[in-house]
C-alpha cells in the first residue's frame, strides 16, 4: 500500500464568507462533447502491442481472439457513439454499456452474462469534493476502463514503471492494481478532510461566528458524499472476496482481501471525522451559549453600577444639580456626589475582578 501522506486543506479560505461551492459529480461519457480516447494495450506472448482510437477499436476484435492475449481498453471521456462501438467489439450486454453512459451509479458489482461490472469513484478535493465515476468491466482476457480525465490511470503507483509487468499477469491482476491504486487515494483525500475539521475546530474555538458555523454544514455535506461514495466499496470487495468468481484466479483473492483490509480502516477512519463534525457543531452551540452568557453579564453589571447612580441622583433631581453648580447648595452635595462615585468606582473594581466587566 502506498504511504499515507498528511496534505494541506485546499479549502482553507472557505470560511472567508464566499458562497459555498456544492459537491460535484462527474461521469466518463460525454454526451455533448466531442470524442474521447480509447487506449488498447494488449500482452501477446510476451510482448506488449499498443493502439490508439480507431486503429485499437479495428485491432480489438483480432487481439481478443489471439491464444492467451490479455487485453486492457482505456477509455477517456468517451462520446456515447464511442461506448456504443467500444460495447459491440467486447459484446457487453446491453445493460452494462446503458449504465455506463448513464452514470449516476452507485458503487457497485454485478456480473451480468459471466461479465463482471465494477464501479468506484475516483475523489477530488478541488474547491470541494469531486467524485468521478470509474467503470471497469472485466471479462474473459480482458478489462475495460471507463472514466474522465481527471483520473490517469497510468500514473497509480502500480504502473508506474509500465504496463507490461502488471498485464502479464492477466487483466484480473490489472483489476485490482488500478482497485488499490483508488482506493489508496482515499486516504491523503480522507486526511485532508480531517486537517480541515481541525482548522474548523480551532476557529470554533477561537471566534464562533456565522462564516464558521456555514463551514461546519459545509464539511458535514462533504463527509456525506464521502460517505455515499466509499462506503458501499466495502461491500464491493467483501462479495469479491467471498463470491465465486471464475474470471478472478483464486491467487488474487489474497490481493482483494488486502483492498478490503483498507477499505475498513478507511470506514472506521471516515466514521470518526463524521462525530468530529458533529461535535464540532455542539461545540459552535456551547460557544455561542457561552458568549451569550458572557454578554448578559456585562450588561447586568453595568445595569448595577447605572442603577445606584440613577436612585442617588433622583433623589436630588435637575432643580438641586442646578442650583449646586450655581453654588447655591451647601457642600453636602458634593460629599453625596463624592460618595457616590466612589461607590460606583469599587463597584466597577469588584465587577472587573469577577469578570463580569
Same mark, same amino acid.
Given at each position: ?64 481472439? $489471439? ?36 452514470? !449516476? ?8 452474462? /459471466? ?19 470509474? +467503470? ?5 482476457? %480482458? ?33 485490482? =492494481? ?29 471566534? =464562533? ?28 470487495? !467483501? ?15 489474497? %490481493?482483494?482481501? +488486502?483492498? %478490503? ?11 470518526? %471525522?463524521?462525530?468530529?463534525?458533529? =461535535? ?13 452568557? $458572557? ?14 447612580? /440613577? ?9 438641586? $444639580?442646578?442650583? =449646586?453648580?450655581? /453654588? ?6 458634593? $460629599? ?22
Amino acid at each position: 500500500m502506498a504511504k499515507r501522506t498528511r496534505a494541506t486543506p485546499r479549502r482553507a479560505d472557505a470560511r472567508a464568507g464566499r458562497a459555498v461551492s456544492p459537491v460535484a459529480r462527474r461521469h466518463a461519457t460525454t454526451p455533448e462533447a466531442g470524442p474521447g480516447t480509447i487506449r488498447v494495450s494488449a500482452m501477446v506472448g510476451e510482448s506488449l502491442h499498443e493502439s490508439t482510437d480507431d486503429e485499437a477499436l479495428q485491432a480489438l476484435p483480432d487481439l481478443l481472439r $489471439a491464444t492467451g492475449a490479455g487485453v486492457w481498453i482505456d477509455v477517456t471521456a468517451p462520446s456515447q457513439a464511442q461506448m456504443a462501438e467500444v460495447g459491440a467489439a467486447l459484446g457487453l450486454h446491453p445493460l452494462i454499456v446503458e449504465d455506463v453512459l448513464e452514470g !449516476n451509479q452507485r458503487a457497485k458489482l454485478e456480473v451480468t452474462d /459471466g461479465v463482471v461490472h465494477l464501479v468506484l469513484f475516483h475523489l477530488l478535493y478541488d474547491e470541494g469534493v469531486v467524485a468521478s465515476e470509474l +467503470d471497469m468491466v472485466l471479462g474473459l482476457g %480482458y478489462l475495460l476502463t471507463v472514466h474522465d480525465g481527471g483520473w490517469d490511470p497510468r500514473t497509480s503507483h502500480h504502473l508506474g514503471v509500465g504496463t507490461t509487468a502488471i498485464l502479464q499477469h492477466g487483466p484480473d491482476h490489472l483489476l485490482w =492494481a488500478l482497485c488499490d491504486d483508488i482506493v489508496d487515494g482515499y486516504f491523503p483525500f480522507a486526511d485532508q478532510l480531517g486537517d480541515a475539521i481541525d482548522q474548523v475546530q480551532d476557529e470554533v474555538f477561537a471566534k =464562533a461566528t456565522p462564516e464558521t458555523l456555514e463551514r461546519v454544514f459545509e464539511l458535514k455535506r462533504e463527509l456525506i458524499e464521502v460517505r455515499r461514495s466509499i462506503s458501499p466499496v466495502r461491500e464491493v470487495f !467483501n462479495q469479491l472476496t467471498n463470491r465465486d468468481m471464475p474470471l478472478i484466479d483464486d491467487d488474487e483473492i489474497v %490481493y482483494f482481501r +488486502d483492498v %478490503y483490509d483498507h477499505l475498513i480502516r478507511l470506514t472506521d477512519e471516515l466514521d470518526t %471525522y463524521r462525530e468530529l463534525a458533529a =461535535a464540532t457543531l455542539d461545540v459552535y452551540l456551547t460557544q455561542v451559549n457561552n458568549n451569550l452568557s $458572557a454578554i448578559m453579564k456585562r450588561l447586568t453589571g453595568v445595569t448595577v453600577i447605572l442603577a445606584g447612580i /440613577g436612585a442617588v441622583a433622583g433623589i436630588f433631581g435637575m432643580s438641586e $444639580a442646578n442650583a =449646586a453648580i450655581g /453654588g447655591g447648595e451647601a457642600g453636602g452635595f458634593w $460629599a453625596v456626589t463624592g460618595m457616590v462615585t466612589v461607590a460606583a468606582g469599587a463597584g466597577l473594581v469588584f465587577l472587573r475582578r469577577i469578570d463580569w466587566i
